[in-house]
């Protein structure tokens, strides 16, 4: 698991107090199952720019039961929504099973070098996220080592 980096608290808290004051400057950051702080953050320079990513986020991705979408801007946090995890793939009804995990990490590493390393790290990813939607307890972190891909989450 990667290590959430201590500077995004600073980040935040220093955004809000620099842009207390008519700024045009806007910040999304994106936060797994209520870790702090949170995991990747965006700069914007106007409101659509912002309202555009911050509609992208429409599921939980590779959150464990839900993902935290927030927006500051001038004047402090503008919006905030909270994604959540289906109950579907908490049940014991997933579709794979660990033996699918490392099949499948054998097959995209056996086209690792025949493919250029940014549609390599897509693939790694979708692949991640259709095992992660099925599984709560499937491990991403393990995936991306497993198929020598630098984490790629957002």
Not at 8 to 35: C, K, P, Q, W
Not at 102 to 120: H, R, V
Not at 121 to 133: T, W
Request: hydrophobic share 30%.
């Amino acid at each position: 698991m990667s290590e959430l980096k201590s500077e995004h608290v600073s980040v935040v808290d220093n955004f809000l107090r620099e842009n207390s004051g008519g700024s045009t400057h806007y910040m999304l950051t994106i936060a797994r199952d209520g870790e702090s702080p949170a995991r990747s953050i965006y700069h914007y320079n106007g409101p659509v720019d912002v309202t555009d990513a911050y509609n992208k986020y429409t599921d939980w991705g590779f959150a464990k039961e839900y993902l935290t979408v927030t927006v500051y801007g001038p004047g402090g946090q503008l919006a905030q929504k909270v994604l959540r995890r289906s109950s579907g793939g908490t049940q014991g009804d997933c579709t794979f099973v660990r033996e699918d995990y490392i099949k499948a990490e054998g097959i995209i590493l056996k086209y690792k070098g025949d493919m250029q390393e940014d549609k390599y790290k897509s693939l790694v990813k979708d692949f991640a996220k259709l095992f992660s939607r099925d599984n709560i307890r499937f491990d991403v972190s393990r995936f991306f080592k497993a198929t020598e891909c630098e984490e790629v989450f957002e």
